[in-house]
């Protein structure tokens, strides 16, 4: 994990990837939880015979608003800011889902640091891109483009 010393540290940082999370394996189990909490339970998710039989690709897949939302766990494993009081998600620029992420699959992300600007000179907005790569597959699950407010 990067340890990054408040908001000039991370301005010198920007347009450089800020590091790497741990692989993740993404389970029937968490896909499931996903589609009951947000109701979402569709077959291709869910139903592991159909998707065997009838998916092209050949098992069920996590939901990419799952993929999405696994983007704060990497990030927490990739950088830590030392010095503020508190970082708020402010949202996304922008989502892709280049690739299904297979139920099994190992996932990781990887955080590269595209702007810093500053609100006041104790606090700023800095806008990621977080590319959730999947073990093995040239395209990777998701893309985001994320905002956060970072206060000192």
């Known amino acids: 994990m990067r340890v990054i010393n408040g ?5 010198a940082l920007v347009g450089r990837e800020l590091g790497t999370s741990e692989w993740l394996s993404v389970t029937q189990e968490m896909v499931d939880r996903f589609a009951e909490v947000t109701l979402d339970p569709q077959w291709i998710h869910i139903d592991v015979e159909r998707a065997a039989r009838e998916s092209p690709y050949g098992t069920t897949i996590a939901h ?3 993929t999405l939302s696994l983007v704060p766990h990497f990030r927490r494993q990739i950088a830590e800011v030392r ?3 508190r970082v708020i998600n402010y949202g996304v620029n922008k989502v892709r ?3 299904a992420v297979r139920v099994g699959a190992r996932v990781r992300g990887v955080q590269a640091l595209l702007t810093v600007t500053r609100s006041d000179p104790e606090s700023a907005r800095l806008v990621s891109q977080v590319v959730v790569e999947i073990e093995g597959e040239a395209k990777p699950g998701c893309v985001a483009e994320t905002v956060s407010l970072v206060y000192e």
Do not use: W
Request: charged content about 20%; overall charge negative; cysteine-free.
């Open 64 to 66: 990419g608003f799952l």
């Open 83 to 85: 010095g503020i009081s």
């Open 97 to 99: 889902f280049p690739n």
């Open 7 to 11: 908001l000039d540290e991370l301005e």
